[in-house]
């Protein structure tokens, strides 16, 4: 409803609509059932491409835990910046808008014509990426389901995560998101919603407590694998919240989220894999951080430049177009980190394609990821 | 004179071709204008042109990276419409040579030969056999 395949033309940013309100305000996220409502985004500053995470088959013994994630926050101008443009998908990618009814889900958008005619550059907004902070992080790509040596039938999910305080991990199967980041779980059975408290640390494996898992062979495969149409009921939601858990009570699942009670959420499916087993494959991640719901995003191209200190022999970090600089500069919407600030400044006065995809250009955010502001 | 401002991309560029050139392709940059390589391109192994040694000349414009490299009267759509800043001497250098791989008479440069290529396959392969043998043999 609020998207349309027109208002993504570039031309939409022939004048700056007010950047400054932009950066320095974030609205609180409207009744995700609204499709009017804006989402924000947040970039992982540590999201590795997809091709250099290599699965981790040593499963039990993680790797040396990374230093805990920073997020950038990115707050979208309107519903015209929609994200399903991504034409060089990652292996997996977070694709949508929150809750939009519209069915839009896993259209793409028509191919670029080569022969289209070339127009004045437009105006892209140019700004920077703004910091917050998230005390609990789920690395998504741990999160595993796995048998429960006591208990055959139920299946337990396990994960790994970073906690920068003590909080709680909450696992629903068939949550509903409501307002302001609430979920409740779909069918009223106990089993369905487990809470179990963690103690801060980077790192940790989590594993649901034996005896507390749910039998997936009692639903569909079909009703585990994919989300509601709406995407506001997903299979498998895990809650890791950044405070200690309150009493828990289902009427407390139906009220809003406190602002106060900052938690990242993982939204997922769950397939089977070729050997039968359950596996769980995240569809996307949300912040609520000081009362404010973001969606998390990947930036494709971030990981290598934030690993350590610049080094000027590794094309990797530097810039594609300068080759000199580091790169600090994303596009929007394909999201492709590839610039310096001042090659991005240089471009967009000469073309609107992002030089990895060519694909047009509506924003470019300038991210500075080395330089730790305490 | 023209290598004295010469943009730290282009000197890394070239740098990075010396040291560690893509194999079957070398570039060096002549000495009175660094802007200006010569380009060796062995012919593909599997292909009519192997064997052959394929000489190019290839030209940095003022713009570049922002513009193309200039290289002669090749049909390749990252030359011109598609090109981008994030592609590279090296880049270009290896999509030629997969163009030796997998000519494309849908878009060709010359009509007569596209023409003979799509009535006449084996003709054409065997015509561009010679050819590498008689005109791109190194000598």
Known sequence: MGISLSRRRPNNHHHPQNPSSQLSSSYPTDQPSSSSSTPNYVFAANAPYSYSHPPQNSYPHPPAPPLPPQYYQY???????????????????YGSQNNNNNGWHGIRPPPMVSQTPVVPVPYVDHQMAKKIRNDVNVHKDTIKIEADEENMEGLLVSLTLDALVDGSITIIYFAKEGVDCSFTPLYPDARMLVRVPFQKGL???????????????????????????????????????????????????????????????????????????????????????????????????????????????????????????PKDTAVLPCRHMCMCSECAKELRLQTNKCPICRQPIEELIEIRVNKVDQ | ??????????????????????????????????????????????????????????????????????????????????????????????????????????????????????????????TAKEWTHLYASGE
């Open chain 1, 75 to 93: 707050n979208t101008c309107g519903v015209g910046m929609n994200n399903r443009l991504n034409f060089y998908p990652p292996s997996y990618y």
């Open chain 1, 203 to 325: 790192g940790q494996k989590f594993r649901q407590p034996s005896g507390t898992g749910v039998d997936l062979g009692f639903f569909e495969l079909d009703d585990l694998s994919k989300p509601s149409p709406g995407e506001d009921v997903f299979p498998l939601v895990i809650l890791a919240e950044a405070c200690l858990p309150l009493p828990l009570s289902d009427e407390q699942f139906d009220h809003p989220r406190p602002a106060t009670s900052n938690a990242q959420i993982t939204q997922a499916i769950i397939e089977k894999n070729s050997a039968g087993a359950f596996q769980a494959k995240v569809i996307k991640q949300i912040l609520w951080v000081d009362g404010v719901r973001y969606e998390l995003r990947e930036i494709y191209g971030i990981g290598k430049s934030s690993e350590t200190s610049f080094d000027d022999s590794d094309p990797g970090k530097e810039c594609v177009i300068c080759m000199s600089e």
């Open chain 2, 1 to 126: 004179m023209a290598n004295s401002n010469l943009p730290r991309r282009i000197i890394k560029e070239t740098q990075r071709l010396l040291s560690e050139p893509a194999p079957g392709i070398s570039a060096s940059p002549s000495e009175e204008n660094m802007r200006y390589f010569n380009v060796m391109i062995l012919g593909p192994s599997q292909s009519p042109y192997e064997g052959g040694v394929f000489k190019l000349e290839l030209f940095l414009p003022e713009e570049y990276p922002m513009a193309a490299p200039k290289l002669g009267r090749i049909c390749l759509d990252i030359l011109k419409d598609k090109w981008s800043p994030a592609l590279q001497i090296r880049t270009v250098l290896l999509s030629i040579q997969a163009l030796l791989s997998a000519p494309n008479p849908d878009d060709p440069l010359s009509e007569n030969i596209a023409k003979h290529w799509k009535a006449n396959e084996t003709e054409a392969v065997e």
